[in-house]
């Protein structure tokens, strides 16, 4: 009941985030006054083949495409650059970052170029892991390594779209990776249609099995269409089954060592996460259909490949929805992000808001406390065991509304 609820608000609130006006005051894009730990995202939208339950905004691998893209990538950069903007810490996702390696490390030079980089975080599916490959992000000083892997079981890679690689072979690549960088993380789905329990608890067990550092276990997420799509060439997504898969993580994992770095990704020692939503209050997304978020004002690239390079081409950023959100909504915003991270500062809410928690968020937090989700400490508070499947639903859900708006733009290719 409390999950179902705390996800009804989320995906109320989620639903503000898409009422965005088409046009940016470009004024609000400044670095000036914007922390110098801001992280950048950057999204390259291309894949060999199009996996069907996929929420992202991706498109099939075309060459000619995919270099001119790099160029505008670039070029986009270059307006961040030019507003004052410095980042030190970069995400690459997409899509499949490793798909044309010749331009992804060129990019990698541009960006030792320009900024003094801390650390790179880097997706890349099991069938573009080669030694060459771990070579050269290595030596490009990649730090975190992060896989598509979704199930070991072939029937799920099946039902999935994705045997292009079967279960043993991506274990295989992936003991070609395994101690290669500070930190590998492997992705899973998990409550996909048609898979069991035991299937994904044979997948957890043989995750461990692996010693790989770090793993992230995502519940499937659809938008309406999707949903639609899925549910007709797959089975009903059963969202009463989740919380049966997620207590299959906490229980394999805590016992084996596995600390939860957010509610869905699960570390050995200290490791870096993907989440920059978390790790920064303040992001800027660069690429076709990436976010942002800069002293609270959320605004969304374009999706379609064409618009994007053309309003590059014509000198504008790509954006092509904005909003500023309200004191109320940022707050909320933060809070959300904070409990996906697992744990709410005193101290870091003083920093960002200059005041107190509980005067800003007073209400919020006593019901958390009161359901069970949060157990409060001297210096904040902290999401406890019983609360992490409540924040997974939290998160679920905030994701499943940017999904909708990701479904409108892809469609109407704004
Ligand atoms: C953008 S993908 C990049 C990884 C890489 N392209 C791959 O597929 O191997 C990042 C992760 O998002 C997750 N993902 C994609 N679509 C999803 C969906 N509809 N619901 C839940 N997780 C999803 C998958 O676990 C995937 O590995
Ligand atoms: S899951 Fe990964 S490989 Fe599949 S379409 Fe999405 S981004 Fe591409």
Request: glycine fraction near 8%; charged fraction near 25%; proline fraction near 3%.
């Amino acid at each position: 009941m409390i999950p179902e609820l705390a996800g009804f608000i989320t995906r109320r609130e989620g639903r503000k985030f898409l009422r965005l006006r088409p046009a940016i005051d470009e004024s609000v894009v400044t670095g000036s006054g914007v922390d110098e730990g801001i992280s950048l995202y950057i999204h390259i939208p291309f894949c060999r083949t199009l996996c069907p339950f996929c929420c992202f905004n991706r498109y099939l691998f075309k060459e000619d495409q995919a270099r001119s893209y790099f160029v505008s990538l670039r070029k986009e950069l270059d307006f961040y650059i030019q507003r004052g903007f410095r980042f030190s810490d970069f995400y690459f996702g997409g899509g499949t970052p490793t798909i044309m390696m010749d331009e992804l490390l060129s990019f990698i030079d541009y960006l030792n170029q320009n900024f003094t980089v801390k650390r790179i975080s880097l997706e890349t599916t099991p069938r573009d892991i080669s030694e060459e490959t771990v070579r050269q992000l290595k030596a490009a000083g990649v730090n975190r390594l992060s896989v598509g892997v979704q199930s070991f079981d072939d029937r799920i890679l099946k039902a999935m779209g994705r045997l292009f690689i079967t279960g043993e072979e991506a274990k295989e690549r992936l003991r070609l990776v395994q101690g290669k960088f500070d930190t590998v993380n492997v992705d899973f789905v998990f409550n996909f249609p048609g898979q069991s329990l035991t299937q994904f608890e044979a997948d957890v067990r043989t995750f461990r099995e692996l010693v790989i550092d770090q793993a992230t276990f995502y519940p499937l997420m659809a938008s309406p269409h999707k949903r639609d799509a899925m549910e007709r060439r797959f089975n009903r997504i059963d969202t009463s089954r989740e919380k049966k898969f997620y207590n299959i993580i906490l229980r394999e994992l805590f016992p084996a060592g596995y600390q939860s770095s957010t509610a869905w990704c699960f570390s050995r020692g200290d490791r870096m996460l993907a989440e920059y939503i978390i790790d920064s209050d303040d992001y800027i997304g660069i690429g076709a259909g990436s976010v942002s978020i800069v002293k609270g004002n959320f605004f969304v690239n374009s999706f379609s490949l064409e618009k994007y390079a053309a309003m590059i081409d014509s000198g504008r950023l790509p954006v092509v929805g904005w909003r500023s959100l309200s004191p109320a909504e940022h707050l909320r915003y933060y809070l959300l992000t904070k409990l996906f991270g697992l744990e709410i500062s005193e101290e870091k809410f003083r920093r960002r808001f200059d005041t107190g928690l509980y005067r800003k968020l007073g209400a919020e937090l006593t019901l958390l406390r009161l359901a069970g989700v949060l157990r409060g400490q001297t210096d904040g508070f902290k999401v406890t065991r019983r609360g992490m499947y409540t924040v997974s639903v939290m998160m679920r859900d905030f994701f499943a509304s940017l999904n909708t708006l990701r479904e409108h733009y892809i469609e109407r290719q704004v």
